[in-house]
């Protein structure tokens, strides 16, 4: 029986030996306190792995052979209401069947209790078959996910703190239908002129005298927005309000009433055409005073958005890794079998390079996403324990103070250089794919063309590429300026180790973060020679508050953000350098993966430090004279 678990050899070193599942489990398990939990960790990883194994099988014999039937069969919309194609509905009696929409929830709800990790190991697998599958299977046990961590957020649950039991939860109504497989959620954001700018939303929340609330607005673009249930960004403060001014709601689509009709409280407007994911619905939604319950207060929108969004950015790099594993696979296959000038085309020095950087990209995508992972789940249930656990031992509250902020920080760190990384590079190699099968890769009975269409979206949802790398730039340089010594410390110890480390490789990963500190300090040099120039504009005695604070990243940052997408590049090779060092360390057998890694990085490295360092000046100019003259004309 084929198995998209047991024949990827990668995947499976971080499930038996590569993840640090200890502190997941306790986690997981509410300290070992929640009843019906393993003993202990190794029998909760037992358990995953049966999961893993049973996921594995069920995707490659019955998931993938149906790739190209949901690729060709759109969802339409009748009557008001979305048509899936048959074959979509086929797969997800098959999810439903092995109840694998309730592998992360609680027992109390029916669920297996397995941690966030296991759920993003097994949407790589998905998403291997087909990332519309996995895009939709995300919207069904990720919400419901959602509507616990909401209402842990917002004080609206109930836990025993000696047990770790959820004895009441606000939402369990909603969580038992997801929990089904015959309901889902989904996460409605985006407005026709409102993208990337959140502050610029429209759709409004409004409560009448009784204290009902009630959403207004028309929302465009939003995955299975043919669901139930669905999580809503609506200003309630006052259209200049801002991003303080949003607030998050949770709003029933529709009713099924005892007769078996159904009523309609949200309006599906259409259902989008689009150039891959065929399978996934993408849908333009309208609210007409839709009854609605707020999430925890007013103004708190954005915060409550964010948690959704970094998971979801999280699972768009594991997707991201399903797809690029894919790509990379039917490439190896069919340069294994295609003979060119007397041998296979995969022995051609050319292709075979293009063969081994696409396999070392998506073991390196592979590492970050499960550090990114493992990270930002640690830092969400730490945080769940530190709340509602009682009376925690001495030893367990000092850990949970010692750990918390560092599982926090490097989430923050790793989650947009996974975003990036692993969309930019799923495009990439779903384009080498098809230039290895030449013409065969242009015709549809492939599978590569579609594996393209299917990428391409990756870079833009969750957060644009660009979005990711402002992130990362604005974090990078600001903490450089919060803490200018604690940079310069760092920068001095990393030329230490690249010059007296007396492992090879631990050199050649100091030296690469040094040329990234590098590349950081001419970038905060800059800005900061920038924001000289404009003192003498100001009065002597605000010097000193202008250079603490009042930063514009408009004007202020305008190399950095030129260079943003240069830095993120660079930040992502030294991270996933440093996680493949750290394994090297426990597992010789990784060695040769970091040294390929390195092999591909450090030139990289050097040729993205020489545009950041010496392009650009040009473009800067003719930009701030093009504001100026527009200052002048207004």
């Known amino acids: 029986m084929a198995s998209f678990y047991e024949d990827n050899e990668d995947l499976r070193f971080y499930v038996e030996r590569g993840i640090d599942w200890a502190p997941l489990v306790e986690a997981t398990e509410f300290g070992f306190r929640a009843p019906g939990g393993p003993k202990d960790a190794p029998e909760a990883v037992r358990s995953y792995k049966d999961v893993l194994e049973l996921v594995g099988e069920l995707v490659a014999d019955q998931i993938a052979p149906l790739a190209a039937k949901v690729d060709r069969e759109d969802n339409r919309l009748e009557k008001g209401e979305v048509v899936e194609g048959e074959a979509m509905r086929r797969i997800f009696a098959s999810l439903r069947e092995v109840e694998l929409h309730k592998l992360c929830l609680p027992r109390e709800f029916g669920g297996l ?10 949407s790589e697998i998905l998403a291997r078959a087909d990332v519309s ?80 609330w009630f959403v207004t607005g028309q929302k465009i673009f939003i995955t299975s927005g043919h669901g139930k249930y669905h999580f809503v960004i609506a200003r309630t403060e006052g259209k200049d309000s801002g991003l303080s001014g949003l607030s998050m709601f949770l709003v029933p689509a529709y009713e099924d009433l005892p007769d078996g009709s159904r009523r309609r409280l949200v309006t599906l407007e259409r259902v989008e055409e689009k150039l891959g994911h065929h399978g996934s619905v993408t849908a333009a939604l309208s609210f007409d005073r839709a009854p609605a319950q707020l999430i925890g207060k007013r103004g708190e929108g954005f915060e409550y958005m964010l948690v959704l969004m970094n998971n979801a950015r999280v699972a768009v790099g594991f997707e991201s890794l399903g797809l690029a594993e894919a790509a990379m696979r ?21 292709i075979a390079d293009w063969l081994d950087e696409m396999r070392t990209d998506v073991q390196g995508i592979r590492a970050l ?21 009682a009376s925690p031992t001495a030893a367990e509250r000092e850990r949970i103070e010692r750990d918390l902020p560092r599982h926090r920080a490097l989430a923050r760190r790793y989650t947009p250089l996974l975003k990036y990384l692993a969309a930019e590079k799923a495009v990439e190699i779903a384009r080498r794919n098809i230039q290895i099968h030449g013409g065969m890769g242009y015709m549809r009975e492939t599978g590569a063309e579609k594996l393209l269409r299917d990428a391409l979206v990756l870079p833009i949802y969750e957060g644009t ?50 040329s990234s500190l590098g590349v950081q300090q001419f970038l905060v040099t800059r800005t900061a020679a920038d924001k000289l120039k404009t003192l003498p504009e ?53 060695r040769e993966l970091c040294e390929r890694w390195l092999e591909r990085a450090e030139p990289r490295g050097r040729a993205l430090a020489d545009e950041i360092t010496t392009h650009g000046n040009r473009l800067l100019r003719a930009l701030a004279g093009e504001e100026k003259a527009a200052a002048k004309a207004s």
């Open 465 to 514: 590429s660009q979005i990711q790398s402002l992130m990362a730039m604005k974090d990078t340089l600001g903490a450089i300026l919060k803490r200018p010594q604690a940079f310069l410390t760092k920068l001095g110890q990393a030329r230490w180790r690249s010059q007296t480390a007396r492992d090879p490789l631990e050199r050649r990963v100091a030296r690469l973060q040094v």
């Open 369 to 389: 996403a499960v550090a990114s992972a493992q990270h930002e789940e640690l830092a969400q249930k730490l945080a769940i324990l530190q709340k509602h656990a």
């Open 133 to 212: 599958v996995m895009t939709h299977f995300g919207f069904h046990g990720a919400m419901a996910m959602a509507m616990v961590l909401y209402s842990m957020r917002e004080g609206s649950i109930r836990i025993d703190p000696a047990t770790g039991k959820i004895e009441s939860c606000r939402f369990e109504a909603q969580i038992a239908d997801i929990a089904t497989g015959g309901a889902w959620g989904c996460m409605d954001i985006t407005e026709p002129d409102a993208g990337s700018d959140m502050a610029a939303l429209r759709t409004v929340g409004e409560q009448d005298a009784s204290g009902n």
């Open 538 to 590: 100001l009065p002597l005695s605000s010097w000193p508050r202008a250079l603490s604070s009042g930063w514009d990243p408009k004007r202020d940052f305008a190399v950095a953000m030129l260079h943003a997408e240069r830095l993120i590049r660079i930040l992502a090779d030294e991270a996933v350098a440093e996680i493949l060092l750290a394994q090297a360390k426990a597992h010789p057998e990784r």
């Open 113 to 122: 209790n397995s941690p966030l990790m296991v759920y993003l190991l097994a």
């Open 330 to 350: 039917m490439a190896e296959g069919y340069a294994k079998e295609r003979r060119s000038m007397g041998k296979p085309i995969g022995r051609h020095e050319l």
